[in-house]
């Protein structure tokens, strides 16, 4: 069973560049059947997708934050990560990191990312 | 934008079935998935692919679709169910993943 955790400054100051790592153990991402994602949600609010990065290298982000984000994979480090620029108070929420494939979903516990001065 | 449109809450004693809808336009076109999350908790698929039950999962959660609504249901409502529950899927293009404005599941 995979284990994700999500690594990375929990205060980022606005106008800066949120950077956040997902590791991952109990197994290797390295596989044609998975792909890897980013969701956030903002203190009591919903699920918002940020992107998501296929075994093939494709990207897909939410046309809302696609100018913003960037997201990449290690397979040597089993890690992927986000990159998300010019962060406001509106980017305030708790960041997960999620592999799925058709039949399965693994989540990182989350974590809280503010944007404050 | 894309939206899947879901109720707010949702409220049922112990023992009875919650029904959650969702509604999408392009949900005959792309597969819908259900989460459910606990307050301080990441979310957990409780349904794959419209219908389908990850292992694990008790098979009191179920999943169905008709036309644009596709809606979750829990059979013998427990406690324990008491929580958030989101649908997912993508636009029509498959190219974009969103998720349901939620659902609170209360247990009278």
């Known amino acids: 069973q995979l284990q994700l955790q999500e690594s990375g400054p929990g205060l980022v100051k606005p106008s800066e560049t949120l950077s956040l790592t997902c590791t991952v153990s109990?197994?290797?991402?390295?596989?044609?059947?998975?792909?890897w994602g980013w969701i956030r949600q903002p203190p009591g609010k919903g699920l918002e997708w940020i992107g998501s990065?296929?075994?093939?290298?494709?990207?897909y982000y939410n046309p809302s934050l696609k100018s913003r984000v960037t997201i990449s994979v290690d397979t040597s480090k089993n890690q992927f990560s986000l990159k998300l620029s010019s962060v406001t108070a509106a980017d305030t929420a708790v960041y997960y990191c999620?592999?799925?494939?058709?039949?399965?979903?693994?989540w990182g516990q989350g974590t809280l990312v503010t944007v404050s001065s | 934008s894309y939206e899947l449109t879901q109720p707010p809450s949702v409220s049922v004693s112990p023992g009875q079935t919650a029904r959650i809808t969702c509604s999408a336009d392009?949900?005959?076109?792309?597969?819908a998935y259900w989460y459910q999350q606990k307050p301080g908790q990441a979310p957990v698929l409780v349904i794959y692919?419209?219908?389908e039950r990850p292992s694990g999962i008790p098979e009191r959660f179920s999943g169905s679709s008709s036309g644009t609504t596709v809606t979750l249901t829990i059979s013998g409502v427990q406690a324990e169910d008491e929580a958030d529950y989101y649908c997912?899927?993508?636009?029509?293009?498959?190219?974009?993943?969103?998720f349901g404005t939620g659902t609170k599941v209360t247990v009278l």
């Open positions: 109990g197994g290797s991402i390295s596989s044609s059947s998975y792909y």
């Open positions: 692919k419209d219908s």
């Open positions: 392009a949900l005959p076109k792309q597969y």
């Open positions: 999620a592999i799925d494939s058709s039949s399965s979903s693994y």
């Open positions: 990065i296929y075994y093939s290298g494709s990207t």
């Open positions: 997912q899927s993508a636009d029509s293009s498959g190219t974009y993943r969103v």
